[in-house]
Every structure is written in C-alpha cells, then in structure tokens.
C-alpha cells in the first residue's frame, strides 16, 4: 500500500513528470534553456518582496507575484537540470 502524500506537489514537481523521460531535449533547445536567466529587474524584485515579506509582510497580490516568481524558478531549474542531462547523455 502506497501513503498518500499530504504536501501537493509543486508545479516544478508536476512539469518534471510531464515531460517523457525517454525523449531527449534536442541539442540547440537546451543549450538556449541554459542560457536563459531572470534579468536584473526581476532579480531586485524579488529580493524588496522578501525583504518587505521579513519586515512588514506582503498584501495578498504581493504574495501572488512573489509566488509566480518562484515558481517560475522553480520551473526555470527543472528545465536547466534537463538540459544538462541530455546535453551530457549526448556527448557520452
């Protein structure tokens, strides 16, 4: 018998399983997820939300941005750990 988790999965953890396991990023797409980053705009945003959320706490549409952008992170880093591993699968 299997437990039942009781934490819901993260959109990161539902967007893993969602891509076939056994069909390869091609080359030239993960080496463009790779490159990609977050400019320095959204970067400083983050860090006033957190420091805001620490110190004062956020309004509800504040939290929801915040939320959006780690998740965004979060699916931002799955993609780039996919990357790397069918780019490294590739050269072996």
């Given at each position: 018998?299997?437990?039942?988790k009781?934490?819901?999965?993260?959109?990161?953890?539902?967007l893993?399983?969602?891509?076939?396991?056994?069909?390869?990023?091609?080359?030239?797409?993960a080496?463009?997820?790779?490159?990609?980053r977050?400019?320095?705009m959204?970067?400083?945003?983050?860090?006033?939300?957190?420091?805001?959320?620490?110190?004062?706490g956020?309004?509800?549409?504040?939290?929801?941005?915040?939320?959006d952008?780690?998740?965004?992170?979060?699916?931002?880093?799955?993609?780039?750990?996919?990357?790397?591993r069918?780019?490294q699968?590739?050269?072996?």
């Amino acid at each position: 018998m299997v437990a039942e988790k009781t934490v819901p999965d993260s959109m990161a953890e539902i967007l893993s399983r969602a891509f076939d396991s056994s069909a390869a990023m091609p080359a030239a797409a993960a080496e463009l997820v790779l490159k990609a980053r977050f400019p320095e705009m959204d970067l400083k945003r983050v860090d006033a939300l957190l420091e805001k959320k620490r110190d004062s706490g956020l309004s509800s549409d504040e939290e929801e941005l915040l939320r959006d952008y780690l998740n965004a992170d979060s699916v931002l880093t799955v993609l780039k750990s996919r990357a790397r591993r069918d780019l490294q699968n590739a050269k072996a």
